[in-house]
């Protein structure tokens, strides 16, 4: 392993994406709208582009910023590192304004996608997830293709945190993906499992609250005041996978 974490890849893409769970009306959403509530600029607005708006679905695109509603999501995301505060301000203007929309969950994913730095280096980062040692007599030439691990949350909130990786589609060769879905169902717990078959670990999915409008002033209040911690540990866990591929300038993803 310390072979592997002394040699180096290449960061290729960042982003993040802010989900919100609920009933929404797609049709409402349009650059335009954007720009009426001073969500972006006039030019952003005029030069986004609009792949449909219609009612299942709302898509479009800004510069920096892209939008993808259906009837039961809201998806704004960024692959802009310096964009990503104005993205949880956007999200935050969104739902201020909408609020009488019927919510239940937020989450915060972090993705990121890189390169290793050659074929020896991207198979070990494989069997140190997965030893294909353990595989012998069942599979030939096991290698690993999707991998998700969850934890409890270390706050107050019903959720989880899911931790996934697989071989990038969007980098090569040797391209590795890694995504961090923060999810949080608007409900405030009393205590997060001590132990695995402890009521609430993660084996156990919780029931998600009703969609409601009343639970946006604790999605805003998770955008106001989690957000910096929430973003810190994404990035720290991607800090540590990176790491673990053989990237040394992975060790600090922090901002």
């Not at 989900?19 to 720009?35: D, E, K, Q, Y």
């Not at 949880?88 to 972090?110: E, K």
Request: aromatic share 8%; hydrophobic share 40%.
């Amino acid at each position: 392993m310390s072979d592997i974490a002394s040699r180096q890849s290449t960061t290729e893409l960042d982003g993040i994406s802010i989900v919100v769970l609920g009933n929404f009306n797609p049709t409402i959403f349009s650059p335009a709208w954007f720009r009426l509530h001073n969500l972006i600029g006039k030019s952003e607005a005029d030069e986004a582009q609009v792949q449909m708006i219609v009612p299942p679905v709302a898509i479009f695109a800004t510069d920096w910023l892209s939008v993808q509603v259906t009837q039961d999501r809201l998806v704004l995301a960024t692959i802009m590192r310096q964009e990503f505060e104005r993205l949880r301000d956007t999200a935050v203007g969104v739902m201020t304004i909408l609020d009488q929309t019927p919510i239940q969950a937020i989450g915060i994913n972090r993705e990121a996608h890189w390169t290793a730095k050659d074929r020896d280096t991207y198979d070990q980062f494989g069997d140190i997830l997965v030893p294909k040692e353990r595989w012998d007599g069942a599979l030939e030439l096991a290698g690993t293709q999707d991998l998700t691990v969850r934890g409890i949350r270390a706050d107050n909130w019903a959720g989880w945190i899911d931790v996934t990786i697989q071989p990038s589609l969007r980098v090569s060769p040797f391209g590795i993906y890694t995504r961090v879905n923060d999810h949080s169902w608007l409900v405030e717990v009393d205590y997060q499992p001590s132990a695995r078959g402890a009521p609430g670990d993660p084996a156990s999915v919780p029931d998600p609250p009703t969609p409601s409008s009343t639970l946006i002033p604790h999605l805003l209040r998770i955008l106001r005041d989690d957000w910096s911690r929430r973003l810190d540990d994404c990035d720290r866990i991607i800090g540590m996978v990176r790491a673990l591929s053989g990237d040394a300038t992975g060790r600090d993803n922090t901002r």
